[in-house]
């Protein structure tokens, strides 16, 4: 039924509540639910009611908001952008005032003993959710409440957790323990009262005798914990920008440091970078293959290297000379050795080759059968290749034969390689190169100079594709932080519909002849390591007025960008890159970690093994170095707090 003063604004099913402990539950000690989010006067409640076997819940406590108010969520979810993986950071911009606690809300009397197991609880009353190990048949979450006590645990046969962590992100923030990845401690948008969680976090070096004596740093954190605590982590986002609170009405902007209130030590501090204005910059024609043999000495060795590739990035190559010039970019061929050297190295690269591609060729069907791996890597092939560039020429028809020579490449590639095998994109960043190429030998091998650019794309852990993004993002909040600002504020701001640029370098963003001259300009390596990415940061410079006047929200940025597909012009977009480029450089106090993105500065020394998992702030161009760890200590994560961090594949969406 329907009461007054109640909202639902999210709604899950399939969530059950177990009430055996065995590890295999029988039917009758399983309780099909309802998760329900509901906004009712001034307070927000988490309600779990059961189903009966037909589906509709026993217990209707709520009413949907009708067409005539607001948003409301139901279990449909609205189709957005699937990485691949999980985005870093999802705290949504909005801060909503903290909910006054309420009692728990009163429904009928029980109509059944399955009826009895509901509960609803205020989320101001919640203390921590733990959420379950990876790789249990069902995923799971318990709530634990601020007396101390918890909720049965909510097993998610259907997935659904991270969109119930994320949509509680809207009135909580959920943080990740520093001592266990697994456990969300619960805090709600409300500075007297994150003051106070966070002080049970011990967040400050309780050795330290600043403590003690109340160091100014402690003394910003008590009075405005959101500024000074987020602006402290060393892994702080962007996201954080707009959600800060603004100084009080006549209070002072922070003042320079006193020399003995230095910022904490290992902490990244956010500073604002005064850019001058954009140069001008002229793409040059390609080069040609006259100027290429002007580039040969003696025994066919090439002279003046340098300039050569400095030529290639500011024209690229003519499509005549891309066949012998891209062995040379993929480092197939090295820019030294004489022609009866690059012969002599064709020929022992051919032999390796096909003893590489014997070694797949030569397992027979039934083998296969028992090597599910191969068997997988094989399917995986043939089905995209199958659908790689089939409106190219090179590629078309039911026989071509290119297509043979994609799948026989990418088999023997996992042969090559066999920690990585086979991962879906690959075939794309292939195809251009066995386009220009035309040898299977040949095209194989720069192949695998591509690769050992971007192999750490596809590995599993997409640890380089978050660190990319970050890096992305650092650079786009140098260049436009109004921009940054806008997809903040639309909950854009991890930059994931960038993730397949990044991926296969725009290989389907562009034409594909256009794909052919960018490839070849950011194999030289020049201006930097990492041209894609302000390649990516011209895209979006092209397109900010679009995005910024049009009132876009993220739906309609996602599919504006992809909307982009075909429409770029690659001299355009390389032209911008390089005033980008040009602009940074220009700057005189450019912070460290962007010379660090440019390849200005070698970077800095990690703390662990792992890349940074998130977009990193700003930093001075001297910053402090961190204080070294004890030789008996294990490495920490960088920051104290990390704001729903990217989680695992969604857990329990198996039977």
Request: include cysteine; aromatic fraction near 10%; proline fraction near 9%.
């Amino acid at each position: 039924m329907e009461g007054a003063g109640y909202r639902v604004v999210f709604e899950k099913g399939s969530v059950y509540l177990h009430t055996s402990a065995k590890k295999h539950p029988d039917p009758d000690s399983l309780i099909a639910g309802v998760i329900r989010v509901v906004e009712k006067d001034n307070d927000v409640l988490l309600h779990w009611a059961p189903v009966e076997e037909a589906g509709e819940s026993t217990q209707v406590l709520f009413s949907k908001k009708d067409a005539s108010g607001g948003d409301s969520c139901t279990s449909e979810e609205e189709p957005t952008f699937d990485p691949g993986y999980e985005p870093d950071w999802a705290v949504i911009s909005t801060v909503r005032p903290r909910p006054r606690h309420s009692e728990p809300m009163k429904g009928a009397e029980p109509t059944s003993p399955r009826d009895a197991w509901a509960f609803s609880v205020s989320l101001g009353e919640l203390k921590s959710i733990r959420r379950s190990k990876p790789g249990l048949r069902w995923g799971y979450l318990v709530l634990v409440t601020q007396a101390g006590g918890s909720l049965p645990a909510l097993h998610f046969h259907q997935g659904g957790i991270r969109t119930l962590l994320r949509f509680l992100s809207r009135y909580l923030l959920l943080a990740s323990s520093p001592q266990d990845s697994r456990l969300y401690l619960v805090f709600p948008h409300d500075s007297s009262a994150l003051s106070t969680s966070f002080h049970h976090l011990q967040l400050f070096d309780q050795d330290s005798s600043n403590v003690v004596s109340v160091s100014p740093q402690h003394q910003r954190f008590l009075q405005d914990p959101y500024s000074t605590t987020f602006s402290s982590f060393s892994r702080v986002t962007n996201f954080f920008r707009g959600a800060l609170q603004p100084h009080p009405e006549g209070a002072s902007p922070d003042l320079p440091l006193a020399p003995d209130d230095e910022p904490e030590p290992g902490f990244e501090v956010i500073s604002c970078v005064e850019l001058g204005p954009r140069p001008a910059v002229e793409r040059a024609a390609p080069v040609t293959e006259e100027e290429w043999v002007h580039h040969m000495g003696p025994e066919g060795r090439l002279q003046q290297v340098p300039e050569l590739r400095a030529r290639i990035f500011s024209g690229g190559l003519s499509p005549s000379l891309r066949r012998e010039a891209w062995k040379f970019l993929l480092g197939y061929l090295s820019w030294e050795d004489s022609v009866e050297e690059h012969k002599a190295h064709v020929h022992k690269k051919t032999d390796e080759y096909f003893r590489m591609k014997l070694q797949w060729k030569s397992v027979s069907p039934e083998q296969e059968r028992r090597n599910s791996l191969l068997h997988g890597y094989r399917s995986l092939i043939e089905r995209d290749v199958s659908r790689t560039d089939r409106s190219n020429k090179f590629y078309e028809g039911p026989d071509n034969p290119g297509l043979g020579l994609l799948n026989d490449i990418l088999l023997t590639y996992c042969m090559y390689h066999f920690d990585l095998g086979y991962v879906q994109g690959m075939s794309d960043l292939l195809s251009p190169i066995l386009y220009v190429i035309q040898n299977e030998v040949d095209a194989f091998w720069c192949f695998c100079g591509f690769m050992e650019l971007v192999h750490g794309n596809f590995e599993e852990s997409q640890e380089t594709m978050k660190r990319q993004l970050g890096q992305l993002l650092l650079l786009l909040r140098v260049l436009d932080p109004p921009l940054c600002d806008f997809l903040d504020s639309q909950d854009s701001g991890s930059l994931c519909f960038c993730f397949r640029w990044l991926l296969i370098w725009f290989k389907r963003e562009f034409p594909f002849l256009d794909v052919l001259r960018l490839w070849e300009v950011l194999w030289t390596g020049l201006p930097g390591p990492n041209l894609h990415l302000l390649v990516a940061c011209a895209i979006l410079d092209m397109e900010r007025d679009t995005l910024m006047l049009s009132g876009f929200g993220s739906n309609e940025i996602l599919k504006h960008i992809n909307e982009l597909t075909m429409k770029l012009s690659v001299e355009d977009v390389l032209t911008r890159a390089e005033a980008l480029y040009r602009q940074l450089m220009a700057c005189a106090e450019l912070p460290h970690n962007v010379q660090e993105v440019l390849g200005l500065v070698p970077p800095a020394e990690p703390h662990s093994p792992s890349p940074p998992a998130s977009p990193l702030p700003l930093s001075p161009t001297r910053a402090p170095p961190a204080p070294p760890l004890p030789a008996d200590t294990a490495p920490q994560p960088d920051s104290s707090l990390e704001i729903l961090p990217e989680e695992e594949e969604e857990e329990g969406t198996g039977s």
